[in-house]
Structures are given as C-alpha cells and as structure tokens.
C-alpha cells in the first residue's frame, strides 16, 4: 500500500520530470517558450522568434506586438544560454525601463519551467545565478552605451527613433561575440539607419513586417477609427510605410525627371568651372563641380563625390585630378570650424586657394536654388552625381527648418549649394556702363529709339501675319543690339 509521503514523493518525481520536458522543448524552440510563459504568437512573431539571423528588421504597426516578441527573445537567450549579454536600447530610458519591465512580468509566469534563480532585479538590470544578464540603456547619448563588450544580443527598440550615432556606437560590440542585433519600430519617415537598412537591396538584414492586417488581435472598427483621426500618418503607423515627411522636404522643387541630364552639353561653347568643398573628417569631405556657359543662364553640376577621412594630402591630390577634366577658376570652400585649418595648409602647401563659401541665410538660399530647380536653371549629370541626387530626393528640414535634420547627411547638397551660390555671381549681367559724354547719350538715344521701332514692326507681323525683311532690323544687328 502506497503510503500518503510515497505519494506525494511521486507526484514530485513526475512533475519533476513533465516540468524538465517543458523546459527541453522550450529551449529548443522559442515559440514553445512563448506559450509557455502565455503567449500565443501571431505568424510573424513565429517567423522572428525562430530566426537565426545575426541581423533582423521589424517593420511593425502600433500594438502588433513587436516589444513583446523582443522581450520573449530576450528572456529566452537569457535563460537557456549561461553567460548571455542582452542589451535592451530605447530612444528614452523610460522605454528601455518599460521594455525591461515586460521582460519581468514574463519572469513571474516561469511556472513549470526549470530556470536559473534571479540575483539581481530592479529598473536597470535582471541577472540570473547562470551569468546571464539584460541590462537596459537610453539611447539618448551615445556616451551612456559605451562601456559594454561581447553582447550575445541587442534589441533596438522604436529603431526608428533611435539616432545614427547610437547606431555607430553599438555595432562594435557585436564584432568580437558574433552576436545578434535585432531592430524593431514603426516608420518615422525617410530617415536614419532604420529606414536606410529597411530599404537597402542586400541580403544581410532579414526583414520582417507586420501590418495591422497581420495582427488578429487588432479590431476593424479601431482601424477604421484610426484611418479618420491620424489622415495622412495612417499609412505609417498602420501600413508600415516609410512616408516623405510631409511638408519637410528641403528640396520639394528638385525633380530628377526634370533637373537630372544624362550628360553635360556638347559643342563649341566656352565654359567656366569652379569648385566647391565642403570639409569634413569624420563626417565626409564633399567636392562637386559646378560650370555654365556663356549667353546661358543654367549651372550645371557636372560632378560630386565624398569620402570620410580624407586628410589635405588626399584633398589635394583630388582637386588636381578634377582640374585636369574640369579646369577650375577658383575653389569656394567652407572654411569655418573643422574647415580653416585644412584650407589653410591647402594654401600654404599645394597654392589651392580656397574662398570662403557664403554660408549666411542658409535658408533663404535654399529658397533660391529651389527655385533654379523649378525654372530649370540648376541641372545635375546624373552618372557624376548618383549620392547627391539621392541626397536632394530625400533631405529633410529639422523641426525649425533651420538645417537638415539630424540622422542625414548633407555634406554633397552643402558643397552644391554653396558653388552654386557663386556661380549665381558669374552669371549676373554686367551693369550698363554710365553715360558720361554727349556722344554716349546721343548713342543711347538711338539705340532706345531703333530699338523701340523694331518691336512694333515686330509686333505688327504677328498681327498680320506678314512678316518682311527690313531695314530697321539690319541696323540694329549692324548695331549689335538684341532683338
């Protein structure tokens, strides 16, 4: 007769061993993780949690889920593989604290599972007696991420809103331990690492999306809702679109089907070139050509090209080879901040004088080479210049539409601006020389005079539809005079 100890003994021994089951076939299969601490997930979840990708892409609606299905990854590698880093970044601390938290709350529903004890739990950090360890960060400074190596995993969360630099600053941490980065958020425009990786054509990102269509939790009515009061932003926050940030665009007027060419104008005319640098180390060194032709009021940008790290030597040696295709006049240069020593040594040691580049009223000059664009007056070969016209597609205003905003690069767009700025000068007509003798305005005199019955002769032939030859319009083109 089993006794009532013996009983409960084996009772013990069999959940011991149904509790060891569950917990084999958890860490085997991270969905099988995911139902067991209560989650039952969608599709797409299943497509992540089983990944093994060591860089993955969540483009994902509001409320699909996707902070839940990072909080399961975490957990899961935390758990079942001792000595795991993962670290938890957020635009805020406060979202890297609520990430965590949800990482908690799934720590208390470990019921039948066998899993390492937690030593340490608070705001910042849960660690297990295995060594493993999620840590949570801001990603408001990159300065607040560095320090830590050897991460096994990093989630981004709201990737969207997460700047290049903290980008930058996390990436090295992922050499050494092979380990995985997975970023997830919603469309927040055209705009950062995020939307650069989202629509790159390689095959290094495994990308996922999940709109509202791939959420069954989500309810008709509320999208229907929904669809009324966000308008426009409905597409990206639902659809998972990467919208042009409405109104915020720093070159609306720039078109490529209008202001791109295939190649500069041939023929006989003379040119004039000049050269436009804007300087940068870190952030990249941009050079573009600009030229235009005599009688015609267009500047071309008939070349461009940046590069980080370049030094005087390698600035040099480039602005000689773009002399040789395109012999310069001067060189126009931002020579502010980072910029005058460079120029300077440019000077002392190649004879590269650079002018400093008009840099006042940065945006009303926009306003200006705008409107080159919509009259057709500043055009772009396209072949020489492929980064700048991405650039001028996608560039947009910062909130006080000051200067671009942060997470873009506008150094080709600057060093454009700027040679075009100068070129403007070169192309202004000369001022009419001042009268100064009797001869001088009795020469004037006839000039308005013929000049004035040429465009009524004119005009009458378009009336009447006769046009003639005559003497009047010999005399002025005898004269040199324009009609």
Not at 324 to 339: E, H, L, M
């Amino acid at each position: 007769m089993t006794t009532p100890a013996a009983l409960r003994k084996q009772i013990a021994g069999l959940s011991q061993v149904a509790s060891a089951q569950k917990t084999i076939r958890a860490k085997a299969d991270p969905v099988a993780f995911a139902k067991a601490v209560g989650i039952e997930p969608d599709g797409w979840q299943i497509r992540v949690l089983r990944s093994t990708s060591k860089r993955l892409l969540l483009n994902c609606c509001r409320q699909s889920g996707k902070s839940t299905t990072s909080a399961v990854r975490s957990l899961w590698r935390a758990l079942f593989f001792s000595r795991s880093l993962v670290l938890i970044i957020s635009p805020t601390q406060r979202q890297s604290f609520e990430l965590l938290r949800k990482v908690q709350q799934l720590v208390q529903r470990l019921d039948g599972l066998m899993s390492p004890p937690v030593e340490k739990n608070n705001s910042s950090e849960l660690e297990f007696a295995n060594g493993s360890r999620i840590v949570s960060l801001p990603g408001e400074n990159e300065h607040t991420i560095r320090g830590y190596s050897a991460a096994t995993e990093i989630i981004v969360d709201e990737a969207g809103d997460v700047q290049d630099d903290i980008f930058d600053a996390i990436l090295p941490m992922l050499t050494i331990s092979r380990g995985s980065l997975l970023c997830a958020g919603t469309p927040k425009g055209q705009r950062g690492k995020f939307w650069q990786w989202w629509t790159g054509q390689d095959d290094y990102y495994e990308r996922t999306e999940a709109t509202w269509r791939d959420c069954p939790r989500i309810d008709r009515k509320d999208i229907d809702r929904a669809r009324l009061e966000l308008g426009e932003k409905f597409a990206q926050e639902y659809e998972c679109q990467f919208l042009r940030l409405s109104g915020g665009v720093i070159y609306p007027a720039f078109s490529v089907n209008e202001n791109v060419i295939a190649a500069s104008p041939v023929g006989r005319d003379v040119w004039t070139y000049l050269l436009a640098i804007d300087f940068g180390y870190v952030d990249a060194t941009a050079f573009a050509i600009l030229g235009w032709r005599a009688n015609e009021r267009i500047v071309y940008c008939l070349h461009s090209y940046q590069k980080s790290g370049m030094l005087v030597d390698d600035i040099a040696e480039y602005a000689k080879n773009l002399s040789a295709r395109w012999p310069f006049r001067t060189i126009i240069g931002d020579i502010g901040g980072y910029g005058k020593g460079p120029a300077m040594e440019l000077g002392a040691r190649y004879g590269l004088h650079i002018e400093p580049a008009p840099k006042t009223d940065k945006a009303g000059w926009i306003s200006i080479v705008n409107a080159a664009f919509a009259r057709k007056e500043f055009l772009i070969v396209g072949a020489e210049n492929v980064e700048l016209v991405d650039e001028l597609v996608k560039l947009p205003w910062n909130a006080t539409r000051t200067d671009s905003m942060a997470g873009y690069t506008d150094h080709l767009s600057d060093a454009a601006s700027y040679g075009f700025r100068v070129a403007l000068a070169y192309l202004e007509p000369d001022a009419p020389k001042p009268i100064t003798t009797e001869a001088d305005r009795i020469r004037e005199e006839m000039r308005v005079y013929w000049q004035g019955l040429a465009e009524k002769q004119q005009a009458e032939e378009q009336f009447t539809g006769a046009p003639e030859q005559n003497a009047v319009a010999d005399y002025l083109t005898a004269l040199g005079v324009e009609q």
